[in-house]
């Protein structure tokens, strides 16, 4: 709860003193200009590092290869997207560096690092749904309304004592 408290009160407080704070520096119409601008220009840059990273998807799964740009770049890209074209001076900056290659590579390999530290103490499992690869047909699979709950093998004496 904490975190969206600060997402939707606290982040929007600031920002609104920044925009008032710069309009008293530029005058009105001037600020609303450059919100507009950046909101603009934002957006079109988007697009085209969304359509880049979406081209070499693409290109990579042509040569039967794994996209090098994972799927962390593509969220990275919307997020920064969405970012830009919300009214506001702290948005507008981290909506660029999630939307700029150099500092996107950086923010990705935090991010990365963040799902695996995550992964690796069980806050966030993974399940492939409908990918049975490696799948002993020994597996107990317990589904709860069409979902994958919990996957556990039998031990082999239990397996061997059963057939």
Do not use: C
């Amino acid at each position: 709860m904490g975190r969206l408290f600060l997402l939707f009160t606290v982040v929007p407080l600031i920002e609104l003193y920044l925009l008032i704070a710069i309009g008293r520096i530029l005058g009105p119409i001037p600020t609303i200009g450059l919100v507009l601008f950046t909101g603009a220009v934002g957006a079109w840059f988007a697009r085209l590092e969304g359509a880049r990273v979406i081209r070499r998807w693409q290109e990579a799964i042509a040569r039967q290869e794994l996209p090098k740009d994972g799927v962390i770049d593509g969220f990275l890209i919307f997020i920064g997207g969405v970012m830009l074209i919300t009214p506001g001076i702290l948005t507008d900056i981290a909506g660029l560096s999630m939307v700029m290659p150099p500092t996107r590579r950086v923010i990705a390999r935090f991010v990365r690092a963040w799902f695996e530290r995550q992964i690796a103490s069980g806050h966030v499992q993974v399940y492939a749904s409908g990918y049975n690869v490696g799948r002993s047909r020994d597996a107990d699979v317990i589904e709860v309304e069409g979902e994958v709950v919990e996957v556990a093998s039998k031990p082999d004496d239990q397996n061997r004592l059963e057939k």
